[in-house]
């Protein structure tokens, strides 16, 4: 068997790569791997039998509800309780795993990947994402023998009625700012967010036009959420709204939409959170960690403003373990992805959303406004299929070719040359103060990748 988790889980094509089968076996390794002693926690939701407990929630794809019951039989089989919550977002299983004082948590969920496709993703004890070590681990017991618990022993499957709206608390807690002078449009992307960002939003104060927030099972994703914003972008010109957010099919991201119908996307969200948070004394060491991918304009504007930025290798589990290595309170990704330690223990987009909105009412001010904080250099990205991607990237010639075009750019832009992390491509990435000049040294770069 290959190594079967990614960056993000374990994730195929539902039933065809993914199958019930295998959803079995990841859960009865998980429930022997990552249960730990939590008793004493006082919890009134711990159970008297003394079986850990592990949450369970999913997205609104139809394959979600097979492969529910596939993860819930494989966690009683192993002697651990299921804690059904229903269609939630990821960070909302994150969350519940602590607030339940579970042994882990389980989030069934293929994100922003179309509706064919589904995913199986775990948290530790506390809603943290698993180490590459507990990952292994899980993998090693799919292939161990165990003693099949029977009788009593074996574990029960529950619902949690009330997980929605603890979560929902959890989110009314976090942003102490009335935002009833926001209108905004909340592209739920016919995912897990159909339900809980527009109470969420409403319960800020905030009026919330919802719009792709009727999941049928199959139009998860479809033409909508945040990887097609022409929809919301054409929904806030049309309700003349304030702003508009996207999620993706978990919300566990959030990309915007200014009154204009521009996109403000993770990097300007970014720095008008990291910029609010500075103004507040609550950015740790004022510092904001962002990932490679982030465009130059971000650390420019983070320049200017005292903030600091600290990048990470693309992935937000890499942003996630550089948050609490360090302690700093603000990270994450182009995409969207958004990390507020303070508030949470992964990104979580409607998190996101409140804090942004809440920022929009404090200052009086419009989105446009706040993001203008920043201003994106011009990115051209090209992908080089290749034979073999590692050798390409580190021949002498492609070095060299990087090389020049850094000096070329100097101060003003900047080369970033990386292998695939899943085919048999190079990517290479230029910015630059004109989009005539990135294109110029990306094209070069890309010329000597495939000569390579």
Request: one cysteine or more.
């Amino acid at each position: 068997m290959g190594h079967l988790f990614g960056t993000d889980g374990v994730r195929g094509l539902a039933n065809a790569d993914l199958t019930p089968e295998l959803a079995l076996s990841l859960s009865q390794a998980a429930a022997r791997v990552l249960p730990q002693d939590r008793s004493g926690s006082g919890r009134p939701t711990a159970p008297a039998s003394g079986r850990p407990i592990a949450i369970v929630g999913r997205d609104t794809r139809a394959s979600g509800e097979m492969l529910e019951a596939a993860v819930c039989a494989g966690l009683t089989a192993a002697g651990v309780d299921a804690l059904r919550v229903g269609v939630v977002p990821t960070p909302a299983v994150a969350y519940l795993t602590d607030f339940y004082d579970a042994a882990f948590g389980v989030m069934i969920s293929a994100s922003h990947n179309p509706m064919p496709d589904n995913g199986i993703k775990f948290f530790a004890a506390g809603g943290h994402k698993l180490a590459d070590a507990a990952e292994d681990a899980i993998e090693s017991a799919l292939e161990t023998v165990f003693d099949r618990p029977t009788g009593a022993d074996v574990g029960r499957v529950r619902d949690a009625h009330d997980g929605l709206d603890a979560y929902l608390t959890h989110l009314s807690a976090a942003v102490d700012v009335n935002v009833k002078s926001v209108t905004v449009v909340v592209d739920c992307a016919h995912g897990a967010a159909y339900a809980a960002a527009p109470r969420a939003y409403r319960a800020a104060g905030a009026t919330v036009i919802a719009i792709s927030a009727d999941p049928d099972g199959e139009n998860i994703n479809k033409d909508c959420g945040s990887t097609h914003l022409d929809r919301v972008q054409a929904a806030v010109l049309e309700y003349g709204a304030d702003l508009g957010l996207a999620h993706d099919g978990d919300a566990d991201r959030c990309l915007a939409v200014d009154a204009a119908g521009q996109v403000v996307d993770g990097d300007a969200i970014m720095a008008v959170l990291a910029s609010a948070m500075k103004d507040a004394g609550r950015l740790k060491d004022n510092t904001l960690v962002a990932t490679v991918m982030s465009n130059l304009g971000l650390h420019l504007a983070m320049t200017d403003a005292g903030i600091t930025v600290r990048t990470t290798a693309v992935g937000d589990r890499y942003v996630l373990e550089e948050l609490r290595a360090g302690g700093f309170s603000l990270g994450g990704e182009q995409s969207g992805h958004v990390v507020i330690p303070s508030h949470g223990t992964t990104g979580d987009g409607i998190l996101t959303g409140l804090a942004l909105m809440g920022r929009m009412a404090e200052t009086g001010r419009s989105l446009a406004d706040l993001a203008s904080i920043m201003s994106a250099l011009p990115q051209v990205l090209l992908n080089v299929r290749v034979a073999d991607k590692n050798v390409v990237a580190e021949a002498a010639s492609v070095k060299q070719a990087v090389a020049d075009g850094e000096a070329e750019l100097g101060a003003t832009g900047r080369v970033l040359l990386r292998p695939s992390g899943t085919e048999q491509l190079v990517r290479v990435m230029v910015e630059a103060a004109t989009t005539e000049q990135a294109q110029s040294v990306a094209t070069k770069i890309a010329a000597a990748v495939e000569s390579a």
